[in-house]
């Protein structure tokens, strides 16, 4: 099947699916979103693949989150909307966001970049992550709204999420590996490599094997209530996304001078309390078309 947001391939027992945006740093738009999630499906019935490596173009990010600036969206990012409208998009990020997991085979997120918001979220739902030593990662949505990510990354490196959280800061590749976000760190040019041989090494186990590991470890997670918990950050989502005040404001901002502004305006109310390592982080080129 042709795709026109993503690349699909599959060789020797692997399928491997890119984001393939690269000069809108891969920013997940609702095609972007459909697109996925029907390779997915396309990977989970051929029998010849067992694992999936997904990953972004460009060697800029893995992806900088969801596209604010999309022509899809039912209404404009900062135009008034109705709680249905709210419901209708956090329904769709909800699927996508949990499609990793729901995925009966191992899917691996290859990051090398930035890898922030939205694209976090999905890639903290991956079964495994593996990153170049200059990616940068943030829960930026945090600091005007929230996410599933909130309820996500508990599960992933425990209460140590909490700061990432709390304050919305970018961190790097080694913080994320120290906090077990990551398995493991290469080096950029060798990245590719190194993960296409540990998917590679994965697929020689047998099929039912790594779907039947890969359903039980998913069990012990839904019996402590995973789904419950994930289903409770996307509804806090929706209603911060319709209540809060700073919010709205971003939004406004956005329709009156742009998103460059707006993100400045947002970022510049945490700037005076940053940390040096936040700061250094900060004064890398970053995205500004997604969130």
């Known amino acids: 099947m042709t795709y026109s947001t993503i690349l699909y391939e599959a060789d020797d027992r692997v399928a491997r699916i890119t984001f393939n945006r690269p000069k809108k740093m891969n920013a ?50 900062g135009e008034p909307r109705l709680l249905e409208h709210y419901d209708r998009r956090n329904s769709k990020d909800f699927q996508f966001n949990y499609s990793p997991f729901r995925c009966t085979k191992p ?36 600091r005007f709204a929230s996410g599933v990510l909130t309820m996500a990354m508990p599960w992933v490196i425990g209460q140590r999420c909490r700061e990432l959280i709390y304050t919305g ?36 186990i047998a099929m039912p ?28 989502n929706l209603i911060m996304e319709n209540s809060q005040s700073e919010f709205k404001r971003f939004g406004e901002l956005i329709v009156s001078d742009g998103l460059e502004a707006a993100l400045k305006w947002r970022n510049g109310i945490f700037e005076p309390f940053e940390s040096k390592a936040a700061k250094l982080n900060s004064t890398a080129e970053k995205p500004s078309r997604a969130e």
């Open 107 to 142: 899917v691996i997120a290859m990051i090398d970049g930035y890898c922030l918001a939205g694209g976090l979220e999905f890639a903290t739902l991956c079964d495994l992550r593996y990153c170049s030593e200059d990616s940068r990662f943030q829960v930026s949505e945090t």
């Open 209 to 236: 094997t790594l779907v039947w590991s890969k359903r039980a470890l998913n069990h012990s997670l839904q019996v402590a209530g995973f789904d419950s918990a994930l289903r409770y950050g996307a509804e806090a």
């Open 28 to 77: 997940l738009s609702l095609k972007l979103c459909g697109e996925v999630q029907d390779a997915m499906a396309t990977a989970e019935r051929d029998p010849e693949v067992r694992v999936i490596v997904i990953t972004g173009a460009g060697g800029r990010a893995f992806s900088a989150g969801y596209d604010l600036d999309d022509p899809d969206n039912e209404v404009k990012f």
């Open 169 to 204: 800061d970018m961190f790097d590749a080694q913080e994320a590996y120290r906090l077990g976000l990551v398995n493991r760190v290469f080096p950029k040019d060798r990245l590719d490599e190194e993960v296409t041989r540990i998917a590679k090494r994965m697929s020689r």
